[in-house]
């Protein structure tokens, strides 16, 4: 069992930046694959970037690549993700999330874990 909790949340100007944190509670932290999904209101999750448990693979989604910048901490059971260039079109609510990686599959990471989620909103 993995409990996760968000932070780092806020509003911003376009072309700012932030950086969200996810701290997991749990022994087994270093056994899962995690990454970061997002909601925009009126639409459905959406995924964002998921890296393997050996933090040497990582997958991000178009909308977000060259911006956005996922990494972890497995001594401090944290990761991160940092967020430049940010766009009105980045306003959501962002999720953290932990489970199984799957080389060849879209999104790559089955989430079997989800946080509380942080509201990040960018102003035009």
């Known amino acids: 069992q993995v409990q996760l909790v968000e932070s780092g949340g806020g509003l911003v100007q376009a072309g700012g930046s932030l950086r969200l944190s996810c701290a997991a509670s749990?022994?087994?932290?270093?056994?899962?694959?995690m990454g970061w999904f997002r909601q925009a209101p009126g639409k459905e999750r959406e995924f964002v970037v998921a890296?393997?448990?050996?933090?040497?693979?990582?997958y991000y989604a178009d909308s977000v690549k060259g911006r956005f910048t996922f990494s972890r901490d497995n001594a401090k059971n944290t990761v991160y993700l940092q967020m430049n260039s940010l766009k009105p079109e980045d306003t959501a609510v962002y999720y953290c999330a932990a489970g199984s990686y799957y080389i060849g599959r879209y999104p790559p990471l089955q989430s079997d874990f989800w946080g509380q989620g942080t509201q990040v909103t960018v102003s035009s």
């Open positions: 890296v393997g448990r050996s933090g040497y693979t990582t």
């Open positions: 749990g022994r087994t932290f270093s056994s899962y694959a």
